[in-house]
């Protein structure tokens, strides 16, 4: 299994909701992270996590917290959002922080009304 | 701070020609990566370059790396429609508190036409 899995594909929230973004990989990885990405320009890294310690936190508001309950998974929780904030979110994971080979997630379409 | 500068950032290309993007950063970085995107989609990575002089190839596209002149190309053989995408590079920050990050090019829009 070398997949990185994001799940919903698709979301549609108010600006007073409150939902989570998931990712999941079973290869063994121990870095993920979690990128931002406006349309038309490049991904932004948001957050990073070394053997579920975070070990990046790129100045991102705090209506973004994100958690890493186990070596597997990887959480976005999403509170009182702006509209700005829709984007697409993308997912990654390797190896560990100096392991070249990066593996992406299809993402998460997240539209903010 | 690392910055990445990806020209062009529009590239319209006729059918079988060939072309170049470049690539150039600031500091000095331990790996390079190129990335497509296509619309809607997630980043598919096309290759890693890790040392100076290092060039990859698959199918139509060849990357390269000269880590003295902090460039990287991606050159385009005989373009065909499939190709049409957006193209990121991609450098990692290597050292401080920033260990682990990618920083990203701007991308380059390729359309290729008959």
């Known amino acids: 299994d070398t997949e990185v899995t994001q799940t919903p594909k698709h979301l549609v929230m108010g600006m007073t909701n409150k939902k989570s973004l998931k990712c999941e990989q079973h290869?063994?990885?121990?870095?993920m992270y979690w990128y931002k990405q406006k349309a038309k320009k490049p991904p932004e890294l948001m957050f990073v996590?070394?053997?579920?310690?975070?070990?990046i936190n790129e100045s991102v508001p705090s209506r973004f917290s994100p958690e890493c309950p186990n070596s597997s998974l990887l959480n976005l929780h999403l509170h009182a959002l702006q509209p700005e904030d829709s984007a697409l979110y993308l997912c990654a994971s390797s190896q560990a922080l100096q392991n070249e080979k990066l593996f992406f997630g299809s993402g998460t379409q997240l539209s903010v009304l | 701070e690392l910055k990445v500068e990806q020209n062009p950032l529009f590239l319209s290309m006729q059918e079988g020609k060939n072309y170049t993007i470049y690539c150039n950063y600031s500091t000095t970085s331990d790996r390079l990566y190129w990335y497509r995107q296509d619309p809607g989609k997630s980043l598919e990575s096309l290759f890693v370059?890790?040392?100076?002089?290092a060039v990859k190839q698959e199918g139509r596209l060849m990357a390269s790396l000269d880590t003295k002149a902090r460039l990287s190309t991606l050159h385009i053989t005989a373009a065909v429609h499939d190709l049409s995408a957006t193209y990121f590079c991609?450098?990692?920050?290597?050292?401080?508190?920033?260990?682990?990050?990618?920083?990203f090019g701007q991308g380059t829009i390729l359309t290729v036409h008959p």
């Open positions: 370059l890790l040392s100076n002089g």
């Open positions: 996590y070394s053997y579920e310690k975070l070990s």
């Open positions: 290869m063994g990885h121990r870095a």
């Open positions: 991609a450098l990692h920050n290597a050292g401080g508190t920033s260990y682990g990050k990618l920083t």
